[in-house]
T-cell receptor
Framework: RKEVEQDPGPFNVPEGATVAFNCTYS??????FFWYRQDCRKEPKLLMS???SGNEDGRFTAQLNRASQYISLLIRDSKLSDSATYLC??????????FGKGTTLSVSS | DTAVSQTPKYLVTQMGNDKSIKCEQN?????MYWYKQDSKKFLKIMFS???????INETVPNRFSPKSPDKAHLNLHINSLELGDSAVYFC??????????????FGPGTRLTVT
């Protein structure tokens, strides 16, 4: 089983749509959780950290379920500029980040 | 005011050559990393240094040797390059906060093509 698994994608949605990405992780000792965004031929950039109580940043909402080892990202009112690959990322203390393979989102007008 | 910089951005070289990629961060972070992103876009850790000490060394051929002259720099030297080394190499840095929650900042990547 892969350490971090994500929806295969790609997700093709119209502007204004709501889209949700799911992610599961295998290591129950994982302590920190993130969503990164990577644009084509660019470096990954931190989108948001994911906290146990769930957290929101504008149109983006992240949820964590430690019991199910499941992380989600919800994007409301999709914009063209949201088109990118979204990477689910976990880590334990003292280790490097473990990346999922990413889910590609394409928002069209 | 670039946070994490890498040079060169593109590197095209022939099999068997030796090459180096340099990375510098001006964020004052104490930990730096090298990641490899292959053609399938999978991003995987190679090495990590904390205050110039190697703390993570994944299963990487020993043709790859990282060097950290100080905590702001982490270079990657690759000997006897092979076709399979073609990938994008990302440098990253982070600052430990608490018990392991820390955010990483990535450089722009070095696109290595071995012919």
């Amino acid at each position: 089983r892969k350490e971090v698994e994500q929806d295969p994608g790609p997700f093709n949605v119209p502007e204004g749509a709501t889209v949700a990405f799911n992610c599961t992780y295998s290591n129950s000792a994982s302590q920190s959780f993130f969503w990164y965004r990577q644009d084509c031929r660019k470096e990954p950039k931190l989108l948001m950290s994911v906290y146990s109580s769930g957290n929101e940043d504008g149109r983006f909402t992240a949820q964590l379920n430690r019991a199910s080892q499941y992380i989600s990202l919800l994007i409301r009112d999709s914009k063209l500029s949201d088109s990118a690959t979204y990477l689910c990322v976990v880590n334990q203390a003292g280790t490097a980040l473990i990346f999922g393979k990413g889910t590609t989102l394409s928002v069209s007008s | 005011d670039t946070a994490v910089s890498q040079t060169p951005k593109y590197l095209v070289t022939q099999m068997g050559n030796d090459k180096s990629i340099k990375c510098e961060q001006n964020l004052g972070h104490d930990t730096m990393y090298w990641y490899k992103q292959d053609s399938k876009k999978f991003l995987k850790i190679m090495f990590s240094y904390n205050n110039k000490e190697l703390i993570i060394n994944e299963t990487v051929p020993n043709r790859f040797s990282p060097k950290s002259p100080d905590k702001a720099h982490l270079n990657l030297h690759i000997n006897s390059l092979e076709l399979g080394d073609s990938a994008v190499y990302f440098c990253a840095s982070s600052q430990r906060v608490g018990q392991g929650t820390y955010e990483q900042y990535f450089g722009p990547g070095t696109r290595l093509t071995v012919t």
